[in-house]
């Protein structure tokens, strides 16, 4: 466990299920000692209904997020020098994200988190796939930054 950084970026393929969840998971945990902000290697997907649900099952709010790309986090400003550890938990933004920062000495951290997209054909064994793509990206969260803020804090 590390002490927490001022800033990160949580960054995956589309930025509709994975890259979200921690976004909101680390508002949730850690909530103004850090700047977070989330974004995929394209945008071409909405948020995931089944990724708000099994946040939303841990009072996180994600219903109301909008996918963004790298691409356009540069063109509305959001350079990726300015975040102080980008967290990528796909293979494809790991490479993107190496590839951005580049010219930079800034953290880049992988975390090989399951993409439950695809997984289970009932609701119910979506959802269970989806919970345990949650409850990895809290696990690893904890033990990177510490368990955060209790409810009702």
């Known amino acids: 466990m590390t002490r927490l950084p001022s800033s990160v970026l949580f960054c995956c393929d589309h930025n509709a299920v994975r890259s979200p969840m921690a976004e909101g998971l680390m508002k949730k945990l850690y909530g103004q000692d850090c700047y977070v902000q989330s974004a995929g290697v394209r945008n071409d997907?909405?948020?995931?209904?089944?990724a708000v649900a099994v946040c939303q099952e841990l009072g996180?709010?994600?219903?109301?997020?909008?996918?963004r790309s790298f691409e356009e986090?540069?063109?509305?400003?959001?350079?990726l020098s300015s975040?102080?550890?980008?967290?990528?938990l796909s293979p494809a933004s790991q490479r993107l994200a190496l590839e951005m920062t580049r010219?930079?000495?800034q953290d880049v951290e992988y975390w090989p988190i399951m993409d439950p997209?695809?997984?289970?054909?009932?609701?119910?064994?979506?959802?269970?796939?989806?919970?345990?793509t949650r409850d990895?990206?809290?696990?690893?969260?904890q033990e990177r930054f510490?368990?955060?803020?209790?409810?009702?804090e």
């Open 117 to 132: 997209t695809g997984l289970g054909t009932k609701r119910e064994e979506k959802l269970v796939s989806y919970r345990q």
């Open 60 to 67: 996180v709010e994600l219903s109301r997020h909008r996918s």
């Open 146 to 152: 510490g368990p955060g803020k209790a409810e009702g």
């Open 103 to 105: 010219l930079y000495h």
């Open 73 to 79: 986090m540069k063109e509305w400003g959001d350079d």
């Open 83 to 88: 975040f102080d550890l980008i967290v990528a």
């Open 136 to 141: 990895q990206i809290l696990k690893r969260m």
């Open 45 to 50: 997907l909405e948020i995931d209904g089944f």
